[in-house]
């Protein structure tokens, strides 16, 4: 009995040796199979290398695809009391405002209202929010 227990010990041992020995091949595959889906890479960072890292590569989006991308939810539907675009009442005292009062809202958010900062588009720039703003403004002139 105990030569059957030193057996099947003895062939775990060399089994799992067996699984320890891969080649660089595998062990490269193993690592792709295992590494994060995507990296983070902080402006100024020259570790990263590529467009991000150099900073400014990317070309701006419009201010009518901001819109698209990030405030169409909410202003085009009214959704927690965002003025919709195009509707000249809702927009007028707004507009009296002046573009830098609109702008600063569009960027920071306006505290105890649904309008939080640059809408919830983290990933958009200041001159990107405003743009989207003032495609907002000028159609609803």
């Given at each position: 009995?105990?030569?059957?227990?030193?057996?099947?010990?003895?062939?775990?041992?060399?089994?799992?040796?067996?699984?320890?020995?891969?080649?660089?091949?595998?062990?490269?595959?193993?690592?792709?199979r295992?590494?994060?889906?995507?990296?983070?890479?902080?402006?100024?960072?020259?570790?990263?290398?590529?467009?991000?890292?150099?900073?400014?590569?990317?070309m701006?989006?419009?201010?009518?695809?901001?819109?698209?991308?990030?405030?169409?939810?909410?202003?085009?539907?009214?959704?927690?009391?965002?003025?919709?675009?195009?509707?000249?009442?809702?927009?007028?005292?707004?507009?009296?405002?002046?573009?830098?009062?609109?702008?600063?809202?569009?960027?920071?958010?306006?505290?105890?209202?649904?309008?939080?900062?640059?809408?919830?588009?983290?990933?958009?720039?200041?001159?990107?929010?405003?743009?989207?703003?003032?495609?907002?403004?000028?159609?609803?002139?």
């Amino acid at each position: 009995m105990s030569r059957i227990v030193v057996s099947i010990v003895a062939l775990c041992a060399a089994m799992a040796a067996s699984a320890i020995d891969l080649s660089d091949a595998q062990r490269a595959a193993i690592a792709e199979r295992i590494k994060p889906m995507g990296e983070v890479c902080l402006q100024g960072d020259t570790t990263c290398g590529g467009a991000v890292a150099a900073g400014g590569a990317a070309m701006a989006r419009s201010g009518e695809e901001v819109y698209n991308a990030a405030c169409m939810a909410c202003h085009m539907t009214g959704a927690a009391g965002a003025p919709v675009v195009g509707d000249v009442v809702a927009w007028a005292e707004r507009i009296t405002k002046g573009d830098d009062v609109l702008h600063d809202h569009g960027i920071n958010g306006i505290p105890g209202t649904g309008m939080i900062a640059k809408g919830g588009c983290m990933s958009c720039s200041d001159e990107e929010v405003v743009a989207a703003v003032d495609y907002m403004v000028d159609s609803s002139r």
